[in-house]
Structures are given as structure tokens and as C-alpha cells.
């Protein structure tokens, strides 16, 4: 009889040998045959199942602490991590970061996602949602409008609206997906930020962010695509001004 957690488990061939055991395993965690913050067979246990070294298990182990998706409790055993952890998205990140011509890349993303994250907005927001998100609309609004506001400042402000909108979708994944689209774009935005000020068009942002809080307050869903691609009529001119020039925004 196979020892409980190690079921559905399959001998695994030798090329790239640990990278096949931590997809295994990933495989094991995705599909709920080990739940979180459950503890996983020993090391021994499934080296035997899988047909591998007991060496080549222990790296893969160490790889999925490394991602926090396992964590290792001394005298006790190897866990299933039962919480979210941000460094959970690191690998994507650095992954993208790596990218060559970003800029176009992310901003059709952001499109897209933005779109859907509002559109969800809208459908799933409470009122305690609508509170948060106009607060964060009026902080925006009253930096825009202070002279002596720094692009640092008035982009953590765009942040927090966005985190706002993001949160009020109630969906797990858009929010894990909007943090790392937050971090890969922060440069080329706050580069956009910077553009709009010394062309006098702060009451730009203004208007966009009114709008957005707006549709989600009033339930509307017109033009949900238009109205964000609007909103980033001037991140678009900047990367472009960016591209004519050679430069990497």
C-alpha cells in the first residue's frame, strides 16, 4: 500500500532531474493531493516513488522554500506553505524584468487587464469598496493639484487608487497578477508621471481618475476598454518619444 501523499506520484525520467521533481511536486500542490499546510512524505519516501536520488529531492525541496511554497519545520518535517507570500511572485518578475522593449509590452497589458479588473470592479465593489476608492481618487486629485507634489509621490498615489480598484474585484488573482504588473511598470510610469507635469496636463490624470471612480460608483460599465486606453494616451507618447530616441522607457 502507498504511503498517504505519495499517490498519483510518478517515476520521473533523468534529464534536468530536479527541475522535473519540483514540477512534480508543484503538480502534487496545484492539484490539491498535498493541501496547504499539510506535511509532504520525508525525502526518502519520495526518492522511492519517484525513482530519483534522495540528493536530487532535497535540491527540489530547497527550490520550492525558496519560492514559499514549502517551508521546512526543524524536528518536524517539510510543509506545504498555508499562506500567500509575495516572494511567491519574485521568479515571474525577475523573468520579466529580463525582457528586452518592455515598455509597448506593458502597456498593452495593462490595457487589457485594467479593462477587466475595472469591469470587475464595477460588478463585485461594496460600499465600503466605494469609500476606499474615492478617498484614494481625492488623495490623487488633491496631489495633482499641489504644485509641490513630486512624480514619487503622486505615482505611489496612482498605486494606491489602482490597489483600490483591484481590491474591490474580490478576486484573489487579479490581485496577486496586478502586483506584478505594479512592479514591472512603476519605471516607465513614473517616467509618464514626469512627462505630464512638464507639459502642463496634470489635470489629465485628474479627469481619468474622476472617471474610473465614477463608473464604479455608479455601477457603469460603458466603454470600460475606451476609457482605459484613454487614460494612457500619455504613457503611450512617452514610450514613443522613447522609441524615436533610443531610449528605454
Known sequence: MKTKGLRGLKP????????????????????????PGSKIPTELELAEALSVGRNSVREAIKVLVTLGMLEIRRSDGTYVADKFSEKMLNPLIYSLALENDMSQSLLELRSVFDSACLELAIKHAQPADHGVIQAACDYFVELLEDSDSTSEQLLDADIQFHDA????????????????ITRLSRATRIKTIDYISAHHERDFLINTHKKETQMVLEGSNDQIYETIVDSFKYWKINIELGDENGVDV
Open 12 to 35: 520521473i525520467g533523468t534529464k534536468s532531474i530536479v527541475d522535473r521533481i519540483v514540477d512534480e511536486m508543484i503538480d502534487a500542490i496545484i492539484t490539491r493531493k498535498w493541501v
Open 165 to 180: 480598484v483591484c481590491h474591490a474585484t474580490h478576486n484573489v488573482l487579479f490581485q496577486r497578477l496586478h502586483s506584478v
